[in-house]
């Protein structure tokens, strides 16, 4: 799928953002290896802790159909009634979350969704250095190399 095309549902998802506290409005799109989208919005809440990321929305309601690949996730957001015009990246948060399922070389975050925003794209590695994933838990099967490349 196009970035131009994740982006778009990332918009779209940003039109159900429930922001009446931050008003601050972010859609996200999740894109599965296999080509499915899954999208989010933010969901704030008047105890303001519970409120839930438009990115980690996308990716728990992708887990919760049984998706665990995925390819790319696109995120778009701004002021309350106005066209986006920065750059949203994820919150440290959202990044933690995601590297729970996405590698951190092959995943993109991309970012964009205005006329002025042309997208840009970055490695999940890139925005979470020295991550803790579940190989540093030292689960085999997902085991990788540590971040410095040192063997010992
Ligand atoms: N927010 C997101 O949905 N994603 C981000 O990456 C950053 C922040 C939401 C949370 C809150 O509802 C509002 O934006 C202001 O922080």
Redesign the pocket.
């Known amino acids: 799928m196009e970035m131009e095309e994740l982006l778009r549902r990332a918009a779209q998802a940003r039109q159900n953002?429930y922001?009446p506290?931050?008003h601050?409005?972010?859609g996200?799109a999740l894109l599965t290896g296999e080509g499915t989208v899954y999208s989010g919005?933010?969901?704030?809440s008047a105890s303001f802790s519970p409120?839930?990321?438009?990115?980690r929305v996308a990716l728990f309601s992708a887990v919760a159909q049984g998706e665990r690949d995925f390819a790319a996730i696109a995120?778009v957001?701004g002021p309350e009634g106005e066209a986006p015009s920065a750059y949203?990246?994820?919150?440290g948060v959202?990044r933690q979350a995601l590297a729970e399922f996405c590698d951190l070389e092959r995943f993109q975050v991309i970012l964009g969704g205005g006329p002025s925003l042309p997208p840009r794209v970055y490695s999940l590695g890139e925005l979470l250095p020295l991550a803790f994933t579940p190989g540093t838990m030292g689960r085999k099967e997902e085991k990788e190399e540590p971040p410095c490349g040192c063997t010992t």
Do not use: D, K, M
Request: net charge negative; aromatic share 8%; glycine share 4%.
């Open positions: 953002a922001a506290y931050s601050f409005q972010v996200a919005c933010n969901v704030e409120t839930c990321c438009a990115e995120i957001g949203v990246p994820p919150c959202c």
